[in-house]
């Protein structure tokens, strides 16, 4: 037990004031250099935009770029706990040294191992990685699926003059609002075989209660209705703001027109929030795919059924403390995303304004 | 008006005359889905009431029948509650700062100049958004361990506010994007440097822009578990609330009513200030994703 001391308040403020410091100057430094260099030196008519973007630059390289480039070196690795300080990796000079006769390929026995490793042996202990892939297609889709249903169904709701509005929007809000971690440690104890409120609920209405820690299938569907609770206020926030902006007077001339109501939604409604919804299902996708807290916390009894691609990376890196191969598996994971981002934007054209 | 035989579009749709009966349904529904939301909250809060010795009870009763606040003063005086939130304070708020420092210049160079290599910097920024976040802490957490940032305030403060970068930028290009040049060409007209137009011109109107920036980043650092989980590990001393809760949380049978009562001091200001400022935030949240 650490107390909160006048000391301690002393000594943090002088760290965190310190980086703050440390930062600042280095941004001024930086500035300075970039000044003279490309001012001075080469007269570079972007002096002024790459003094701007100098800091973060160099934040990103070191923070991001940096550690990725390592990160790539490090999956044609064999490190691991191991290993941590060896220096025998799996480079071309190192695959050359190893009897030819006990190793069937230089590339996937030794060059590029880790990779070929992600998809030949578990992930996990058990868990391959194929299975793992699935899951997280099916946690990713049933998520988004539910998060748009609900979302458009609360925000056609709300959408129309009424009393409490405001009242029942904040209050739709609040699982959003809720700080995350807040939200799912609760959700957890409330999966308690005895003691949560779904199971004291069933036992009231005269049902089995549910094994939700132990059962592999009901752990995903907890996971599930976790996240689905979790995502549909962003979903009716985003797209209530979205049907706000269509006029009125489209619904109009349809009913002049004679459009039932089924009609309007899908020849109106549905178009015109599209540049709202497609933006916002892309994200939920990637924020869905690449959740961490809610498999993770949910999946107390670390079931394995239960993994999708990041808890088990993180558990591939920091449980079983797997590093060259848990980059390998980062990597195959980004490129998954890659793909389905490019994927995005060769059908919808949704990065255009980049290129103006 | 003709009937209409489909009840799904007939429940759905606005109309301004909506009949009685169908304005009960439609707030019926709400009601159902508002407690929905609400329940799980509700019974964080009626846990955090609960006094120790029938922790463990199978009743529903929102507020129990001997609720107490022994929860809440053993968690405020025996637990290091104070110590988890002083850390986070203290760690959120250099780390908005830093940002919005970091980010309201870059973004001031990718509205205004079409230098080299800025379609590629933007596309990066959005690239860095996929990366999953399991997936840095690797070489994140190797690199911490050779630099000496494990369990350092430090560390924490650089890797947030660097991560917050990207996202910031995008949004507060946007801003940039909708304040007319002639502003600033006015001002360079007059004497103005580039760099003091900038400081004295757009800066001062981008403020509302600047306040959704500071909030992102600092909701961003505060409900942050993973990147905390790996870089303090164990460090008690500088612990951030999420790993705090989550270890009062690990000791379901026992510490139950503790979590529940730190969760709601936790809660209670965040929502306050989410509902708050949450038109101001979904505004930059719309802005940077139908921009981007």
New interface residues.
């Given amino acids: 037990m650490h107390s909160l001391t006048f000391d301690v308040i002393r000594r943090s403020l002088e760290e965190v004031g310190s980086t703050v410091v440390i930062i600042f100057l280095g941004t001024v430094l930086l500035e300075g250099l970039l000044y003279v260099v490309l001012g001075r030196v080469f007269k570079s008519k972007y002096t002024i935009p790459f003094m701007l973007l100098g800091p973060a630059i160099v934040g990103l390289l070191a923070l991001i770029v940096y550690p990725l480039a390592w990160e790539f070196n490090l999956s044609l690795t064999n490190m691991s706990l191991r290993h941590f300080g060896d220096k025998a990796q799996y480079t071309w000079v190192a695959c050359q040294t190893l009897d030819p006769s006990k190793i069937d390929s230089y590339l996937t026995d030794c060059l590029i191992k880790n990779y070929a490793n992600v998809f030949r042996l578990p992930v996990l202990k058990q868990a391959y990685f194929f299975p793992v892939f699935f899951k997280t297609i099916l946690w990713t889709v049933s998520n988004v699926f539910f998060h748009v249903l609900g979302g458009l169904g609360l925000a056609i709701l709300l959408n129309r003059p009424m009393r409490g509005r405001g009242l029942y929007r904040a209050i739709l809000i609040l699982p959003w609002a809720i700080p995350q971690v807040i939200a799912v440690l609760a959700w957890r104890g409330e999966f308690h075989f005895e003691y949560g409120f779904l199971n004291i609920i069933l036992r009231d209405l005269g049902m089995t209660p549910i094994k939700w820690m132990t059962d592999p299938t009901w752990n995903f569907v907890a996971m599930v209705l976790v996240n689905v609770w979790l995502g549909i206020p962003f979903m009716m926030v985003i797209l209530l703001g979205g049907l706000q902006s269509i006029s009125g007077e489209f619904y109009e001339a349809a009913e002049i027109d004679g459009a039932s109501n089924f009609q309007q939604f899908t020849n109106i409604t549905l178009p015109l929030l599209r540049p709202v919804m497609t933006p916002a299902i892309v994200l939920g996708t990637i924020w869905t795919f690449n959740n961490f807290n809610v498999p993770f916390f949910i999946n107390q009894n670390e079931l394995e059924s239960s993994d999708i691609l990041v808890t088990a990376l993180f558990r591939a890196a920091f449980q079983y403390n797997r590093y060259g191969f848990a980059a390998a598996f980062a990597f195959v994971i980004f490129v998954i995303l890659l793909l389905y981002s490019i994927f995005y934007i060769r059908v919808t054209g949704g990065l255009k304004e980049v290129y103006e | 008006m003709k009937t209409?035989k489909?009840w799904?579009?007939?429940f759905?749709?606005?109309k301004?005359g909506?009949s009685p009966f169908k304005?009960l349904l439609?707030?019926l529904?709400?009601i159902f889905?508002?407690i929905?939301?609400?329940?799980?909250?509700l019974?964080?809060l009626s846990?955090s009431l609960r006094p120790g010795d029938r922790l463990?009870?199978?009743s529903?009763a929102l507020i129990p029948a001997d609720a107490t606040l022994q929860n809440y003063i053993t968690v405020l005086v025996?637990?290091?509650f104070?110590?988890w939130i002083?850390?986070s304070l203290?760690?959120t708020i250099?780390t908005a700062?830093?940002g919005v420092?970091?980010?309201s210049?870059?973004a001031?160079?990718?509205s205004?100049?079409k230098?080299?290599g800025r379609?590629v910097?933007?596309?990066?920024l959005?690239?860095?958004?996929?990366?999953?976040?399991?997936?840095?802490?690797?070489?994140?957490?190797?690199?911490a361990v050779k630099l000496h940032l494990v369990g350092?305030?430090?560390g924490l403060?650089?890797?947030y506010?660097?991560?917050a970068?990207?996202f910031s930028?995008w949004i507060l290009k946007g801003y940039y994007d909708t304040i007319p040049r002639d502003l600033e060409e006015a001002a360079l007209i007059d004497g103005a440097t580039?760099?003091s137009a900038?400081y004295r011109i757009i800066l001062p109107l981008s403020t509302p822009a600047l306040a959704i920036v500071f909030l992102f980043n600092f909701m961003q650092a505060?409900?942050d578990?993973?990147l905390a989980r790996?870089l303090l590990a164990n460090a008690?001393?500088?612990w951030t609330w999420?790993l705090g809760?989550?270890q009062l949380?690990g000791q379901?049978q026992t510490a139950?009513g503790q979590?529940?009562a730190a969760?709601i001091m936790?809660?209670i200001p965040?929502?306050a200030l989410?509902?708050y400022s949450?038109k101001y935030l979904?505004s930059g949240?719309?802005l940077g994703?139908?921009?981007?």
């Fill in positions: 209409e489909n799904f579009a007939w759905f749709s606005a301004r909506d304005r439609i707030h529904t709400l889905a508002s929905i939301a609400v329940y799980p909250v019974r964080v846990v463990l009870s199978t529903l025996e637990k290091d104070l110590l002083w850390n203290a760690i250099s700062i830093i420092i970091l980010s210049t870059s001031y160079a990718f205004r100049w230098f080299p379609t910097g933007l596309i990066f959005l690239a860095t958004q996929m990366i999953p976040g399991a997936m840095l802490m690797v070489p994140l957490f190797i690199l350092t305030y430090r403060v650089i890797a506010s660097v991560g970068i990207p930028v580039r760099i900038f505060w409900n578990f993973l790996v008690t001393e500088i999420p809760l989550q949380q379901f139950w979590f529940a969760s936790v809660m965040v929502v989410f509902l949450s979904i949240l719309t994703g139908v921009k981007g």
